[in-house]
């Protein structure tokens, strides 16, 4: 039965010029983890609305006692007429005279999904799903009982979410307020969460299915709270909380009052005696220069979005979803923690309104988008007055009354590809400054002094006398508009930026509102219809269904933003994928769920277009390999992640053309120790005429990388790796091991030779891996090494790994031209060692 049809005894039963409730439509909507909710309704005699999403509406049964978390209680359960999505969020007053006259409160809110299939459970009688909500969690089952097919049961299985003895009139939130028992279960946060960011657009969309909110003037602030403690992380992740006593109190009374523990996402504000949020204030109560008479009881944290909360990852929900969740807390936050409001009524209207009351601007979400942690159009943000951050250069010397310093010199960030960044000037900055600020400023400018001008090419500030400054300071300035030359106009200062790091600073683009696309729809069930044109993207004219589904819920990239990658790196990619057989890590759901390598493609499969098949004598089945940028693409539809590569290419399959050692340390080794590591292997292999290059891989270690002109065997490569391996542990056994026993490595690096066999293999540069954080197998120059930064792990990723590689383009260019042929006398020389 349709959506429409289902609903024919809905809208019978009511008049819809006399009652608030929702007319409802068609919905084509079916997503993976449906909505639930339960509404409280006192009409004749106080009963429980228990709604569950199917199909496009929600199929609804009337709970005279309410839902149970205690598995021996079982709740009758009479199902009535499906109700529209719209009635979902309903709440009200239903007329006298009216069916079901009487109030209705929303009393959980949440997602569910069927542990089996549910059309089949519906029909036999037998439904068991899983909810997450507020009040209600665990698995559940809905039992047809013996005589009226309306007639069922309602219970709770036992799991670590029952509750003996709980009833509905009398039930805590449930996530807000876990029981012992339920928080012994939960899994613990992800270590890191990278943030969801907003577009800048010029006006808000006057398509519907959004929600909007106030822009505040402050700091964004993540709070990762877990056994106990609570941690406040800016937005390029550093701790907040140790900063000042205000922020260390906030910090406890979340812990406190939150023990069940996650992941919540909101800004830091100061507000003024119009209710306004100051930045100013902000600045002047948490820096070391602020008063120290400062009350520090007008700090506030605003919260709007819970990206995982109680063992569950809640980023793959819709918004509305999450905000359900974040709204069964309420109750339990502490003093000057609160929830963001809704603002009513459309975009534009908002947007006036906003600017009359001389807020900073509004925030605007679609509904039904989930928590990516990137810079989406599922967040757009539109201000009243034009501000942004930019990088501080130099300074100006002071005129007349004024001290310390005459203007900030201003600029951005550049890039374009294949050359390194540059600090483009943007104009100066002298208004807005408080003396206090002035001296502050001054003192930090002049500890990070240089004598050259960081902005390329350098202002023309004729009868100025200018210094310069490393830039490494971000100030937030409004101003009115831009010259023709591109300066800023009529600029004043607001503040320091902390809480941005100077490199990320970029001229921020203005999307138009007639860009933006629909709200994104989520993935649909297998087996239902095809996804819709906001659920499909296409590269290299690679079809990408299910864009938006969520690979990677850690960082919160999607499906179509690791095609993207993979689509603007292909170039780069294919020289190193030419003619060689691949092996494949295939994660179809995600990396959350299950994920496998697959070495053959199946003769009986469909070949995608910019693939060949790789026929390998001794194998059953053909490998495959890419031939064109399309190729890349197509495998990822296809659910792969990461691709590695054979150490020979097309049509010599048995001559190896490259060496990989992969440098695989205990965990505990620091990152110099890695470093000196790597170059030893390359001085050792320097002895031997032999020129290496480096890779990080996405992991805990560090390849190292030979060329080869193509004439040795691969048993002659294997025997001079394995000896070189050998001779090296031998030297040093307290650093290297060359065994592949566990215990021999606890604190050494296990010189990994194995991947010089005919069909192992080694990650492909610029490969992505199926890892926390999205991280990215990246070419590095050997003085990388020389640095402090750790390039292990996920310090390249999918969101920056494009920015590195259009800086360091040419990085492994002269890796054909080094290509040298193994002497046999180095082979037999190893194989002796």
């Known amino acids: 039965m349709s959506a429409k049809d289902a609903l024919q005894r809905y809208r019978a039963r009511r008049d819809f010029h006399k009652t608030p409730e929702p007319a409802g439509r068609a919905a084509r909507r079916a997503h993976a983890d449906g909505c639930y909710v339960v509404q409280r309704h006192h009409a004749s005699h106080l009963h429980y609305d228990f709604r569950l999403e199917l199909d496009g509406v929600l199929k609804s049964w009337a709970v005279p006692k309410g839902p149970s978390l205690d598995p021996a209680v079982k709740r009758l359960a009479g199902q009535v007429e499906d109700h529209p999505l719209g009635y979902a969020s309903f709440e009200g007053e239903i007329p006298a005279g009216q069916y079901g006259a009487g109030q209705v ?29 507020g009040r209600l969690a665990g698995d559940w089952i809905l039992v047809r009982t013996s005589g009226k097919d309306t007639q069922w049961l309602l219970r709770k299985t036992a799991d670590a979410f029952a509750l003996p003895g709980h009833d509905a009139e009398h039930a805590p939130a449930a996530l807000a307020a876990p029981s012992r028992k339920r928080r012994r279960a939960t899994a613990a946060p992800p270590a890191t969460l990278a943030p969801q960011l907003a577009t800048l657009v010029d006006a808000p969309p006057e398509t ?68 306004h949020s100051s930045f100013g204030a902000l600045q002047a109560m948490l820096s070391a220069e602020g008063p120290a008479d400062s009350d520090a009881s007008r700090l506030h944290y605003v919260l709007f979005d819970i990206p995982w909360w109680d063992g569950r990852d809640l980023r793959s929900l819709p918004l509305s979803q999450r905000r359900a969740v974040l709204e069964s807390l309420a109750p339990a936050l502490p003093p000057h923690v609160q929830l963001s409001t809704e603002l009513p009524g459309d975009g534009p209207t908002v947007w006036a309104a906003a600017c009359a009351l001389h807020l900073e601007g509004v925030i605007g979400k679609q509904q039904d988008a989930a928590y990516s942690g990137r810079r989406t159009t599922a967040w757009i943000k539109i201000k009243c007055r034009p501000r942004a951050e930019f990088v501080i250069g130099g300074w100006t010397e002071p005129k007349g009354q004024r001290i310390h310093l005459g203007a900030l010199l201003l600029g951005v960030w550049a890039r374009s590809s294949g050359k390194p960044a540059t600090l483009r000037y943007v104009g100066r900055v002298g208004s807005g400054f408080s003396r206090a600020q002035l001296s502050a400023l001054h003192q930090r400018l002049v500890r990070e002094r240089r004598a050259r001008s960081p902005f390329a090419p350098p202002p023309r500030l004729a009868g100025e006398q200018v210094h310069w400054t490393r830039p490494v300071l971000v100030a937030e300035v409004t ?173 010599r399959l048995d001559r190896p053309d490259q060496i990989t050692f992969d440098l695989d340390p205990d965990p505990a080794l620091s990152w110099r120790v890695i470093a000196d590591a790597a170059r030893l292997v390359r001085g050792t292999l320097e002895e031997f005429e032999l020129q290496s290059f480096l890779r990080s891989t996405g992991g805990k270690g560090l390849h190292v990388v030979v060329p080869l002109r193509r004439g040795r065997s691969w048993e002659e490569v294997k025997t001079f790796a394995r000896g070189l391996a ?108």
């Open 208 to 275: 519907p299915g959004w929600r909007y909110e106030i822009k505040y003037d402050g700091y964004r602030m993540l709070c990762r709270i877990h056994d106990g403690k609570a941690q406040l992380l800016s937005r390029n992740g550093l701790a907040w909380e140790h900063r000042t006593p205000a922020l260390a109190a906030l910090a406890e009374g979340l812990a406190r009052a939150l023990p069940a523990g996650g992941w919540l996402d909101g800004e830091l504000v100061v507000f003024d005696a119009h209710g």
């Open 479 to 651: 101003y009115t508009g831009w010259t023709t030359d591109r300066l800023l106009r009529q600029a004043a200062f607001a503040g320091l930026r902390p809480d941005k790091a100077a490199n990320e600073i970029e001229e921020e683009a203005t999307m138009s509102a007639s860009q933006l696309a629909q709200p994104a729809k989520r993935p649909r069930q297998s087996g239902r219809s095809s996804a819709s044109s906001a659920d499909t993207a296409a590269w290299h004219g690679v079809r990408i269904t299910h864009a938006e589904r969520v690979v990677f819920p850690d960082a919160g990239f999607t499906k179509g933003e690791l095609a993207r990658y993979y689509a603007g790196v292909a170039g780069w990619m294919l020289p190193w994928l030419h003619g060689r057989p691949l092996s494949l890590m295939r994660c179809p759901q995600g990396t959350q769920r299950t994920c496998f390598f697959q070495k053959h493609w199946a003769l009986a499969q469909t070949l995608p277009e910019g693939l060949m098949r790789v026929d390998v004598p001794g194998e059953d089945a053909p490998y495959i390999a890419v031939q064109s940028e399309a190729g890349i693409v197509a495998l990822v539809q296809h659910g792969v992640i990461e691709l590695h590569q054979w150490g020979a290419t097309l049509p």
């Open 726 to 833: 050998q001779h090296l542990s031998g030297l040093m056994p307290e650093r290297f091991t060359a065994s592949m026993s566990k215990s021999r490595r606890h604190g050494r690096i296990f010189i990994d030779y194995l991947r010089n066999s005919a069909g192992n293999t080694a990650i492909v540069p610029y490969a992505v891996r199926a890892r926390a954080g999205a991280p990215v197998a990246m070419p590095l120059a050997w003085d990388a090494l020389d640095g402090k930064t750790d390039l292990r792990g996920a310090h390249f990723h999918i969101g920056n790994a494009m920015r590195h590689l259009e800086e360091h383009a040419a990085l492994w260019d002269t890796f054909n031209a080094a290509r040298t042929t193994l002497a046999v006398r180095h082979v037999r020389l190893m194989a002796d060692a």
């Open 105 to 133: 409160r929303i009393w959980d809110r949440g997602t569910w999904q069927p542990l089996d299939d549910a059309h089949a459970g519906l029909q036999r009688g037998r439904l068991r799903f899983r909810l997450l909500g």
